[in-house]
């Protein structure tokens, strides 16, 4: 251990398309909104996380918001590099320094990205001072901050529904043996339910009411125990150009959301049927695990239970699941060395 390693700090980082997560010395200490506010005249950032996703949708020509991530890979460079620097200068124990630290960070990545992109997340974990970065596939993170021993001689089936893509993938012995990374996560659902106010209720809602539509009555299908209650949202109509408000049910929205549903459901039967049996007969004894916020979609687990005739269970804090298991990694770099791309 040399001098520098004093002035190393390490951090762990799920660079998501919807939120952003960071540990430092095995605590969450940022956990934003992936969103910046950038100045169109200046061209300056000048907000990002919460703040800025307070203002979503509700800026004036001047302000424009980013979502620097798009299904999960870098879609604007500067705006995503600014975005982690002003994250990681939150870290409240990196605050305190009088020199930035150089940075040992583990950073997690979708597993249906291209070089390029992998290079794009590379470059620009360096530019903030990341002097060692190490990459880690998402369902791996995931399978870790599960819980899931994945050295094991053992199939595990992982599905993580983000905000940008979902990831499906079956890991054993510290690898992934087949994988598949479909663009519809939290992002689509979100979208299905701006389309179905417009087309059902000519009612013009904005991504930030239909994301709140989706977390309180959304659901994966139509016959649940224990159903949540309807809510009134208001929006505008597209008949008159009048603000207005409409009372609707989880039903509903079951309907809005059937489509996605059914083409994760598809991905998921197609993972399964490229698993060579004895992987598969280990997973018929495991089931299915699912992280990642999109899983908190309620009835979401036991319609892929009746589709996949398996177990499902979801991780305990799903949306906290990959970025904890980036940190376990990030503390035994040795032994994970097989599992991490430098």
Known sequence: MGFFDFLTEEIAIDLGTANTL???????????????????????????????AMMQGKTHENIKTIRPLKDGVIADFDASEQMLTRFIKEIPALKKKIFTPALRMVICIPSGITEVEMRAVKESA????????????????????????????????????GGGTTEIA??????????????????????????????????????????????????????????????????RDLLTGKP????????EIAKALDKSILRI????????SQTPPELAADIYNTGVYLAGGGSMLRGLDKRLSQK???????????????????????????????????
């Not at 992934?176 to 939290?186: H, L, Y």
Request: glycine letters at 8%; aromatic letters at 4%; one cysteine or more.
């Open 22 to 52: 960071v540990i430092h010395n095995d605590k969450v200490v940022v956990d934003s909104p992936s969103i910046v506010a950038r100045d169109r005249i200046t061209g300056k950032i000048i907000a990002a996380g919460k703040e800025a």
């Open 126 to 161: 360096e530019r903030v001072n990341g002097k060692e970065v190490y990459l880690i596939h998402e369902p791996m993170a995931a399978a870790i901050g599960i819980g899931v021993d994945i050295m094991q001689p053992k199939g595990n089936m992982i599905v993580d529904i």
């Open 170 to 235: 079956v890991i054993a012995l510290g690898g992934i043996v087949c994988d598949k990374s479909v663009k519809i996560a939290g992002d689509v659902f979100t979208n299905d339910i701006v389309y179905y106010m417009r087309t059902q209720h000519n009612l013009y809602v904005g991504e930030r009411t239909a994301e709140k539509i989706k977390i309180q009555i959304g659901a994966a299908t139509e016959d649940l125990e224990v159903p949540p209650e309807d809510m009134s949202v208001q929006g």
């Open 244 to 251: 207005k408000q409409v009372e609707i049910s989880y039903r």
């Open 265 to 272: 459901e598809d991905a998921v039967m197609e993972t399964l």
């Open 308 to 342: 996949t005739e398996l177990p499902v269970y979801i991780a305990e804090d799903p949306l906290r699941a990959v970025v904890r298991g980036t940190g376990i990694t990030l503390k035994n770099i040795g032994k994970f060395k097989s599992v991490l791309i430098k």
